[in-house]
């Protein structure tokens, strides 16, 4: 079974991002980039199914400029097969990544994708909803828990009000939460045979998308500062602010 996992190349979690100046934008000029933390779940998910003898090819993409061939360098670390890299430096927003992966999935016919379900740069969590709709195919999205057997997925999400399971036929699409898994770590000798495994490089043009923004963002703002708390007397004063100061209650 082949799969295909997306990965986008993101701001590292721990760097703290400043809006420009000119509020057109974050600058990340200089920041740190990694591997989007759902989508090293998802690489993590389908090297674990390929321990397992369910998957024997895995297929990692990410579409972006030439730096996100590190992200791709660093799941094949992990221990992916091969990787596609859809370059553009247009901006990409999630439907035309969702056209992008609809488009190398016609090509490869993966029969399990699997995508993060949010990239935490955007926080759009869209893309793998976006590429189901396209592909017509079935989704269960935030897996906490995957099994397959006998090209049935069973998928475990964690909702408002507890577990709730699925279960569809193979070929469909995957996105992945938190606890699903937890990542290994990318090891020297393994970053030295990453390098050597194949990464090829398309364009959305050879792949006739129209990767055209739909939204237009207007303007970025840095959230307010908090202001400072104060300690209240006792129980009354507070529930006398809550009511006329805050006007909460
Ligand atoms: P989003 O809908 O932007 O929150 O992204 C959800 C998931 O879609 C990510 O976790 C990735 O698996 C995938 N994805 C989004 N953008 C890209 C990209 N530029 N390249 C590869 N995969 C992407």
Redesign the pocket.
Known sequence: MKAL?????VVDFNVKVRVKSDKSGVDIAAAKMSI?P??EI?VEEAIRLKEQGIVSDILV????ASP?QQTLRTALAMGADRAIL?ETSAE?Q?LA?AK??QAVMKQEQPQLV??????ID???????Q?LAALTDLPQATFASKLTIEAEQATVTREIDGGLETLSFTLPGII??DLRLNEPRYVTLPNIMKAKKKPLETLTPEQLGVDVTPRIKTLAFNEPPTRKAGIVVADVATLVDKLKNEAKVI
Do not use: R, W
Not at 61 to 64: A, L
Not at 122 to 128: K, P, S
């Open positions: 996992v997306a990965v986008k190349h989007n759902f989508d998802a993409v990410s579409c972006g996100c859809v990409l999630p990544v992008l992966l699997i995508l993060g379900k949010q990239a955007d926080d759009c969590n869209q893309t793998g976006m996105t992945t």
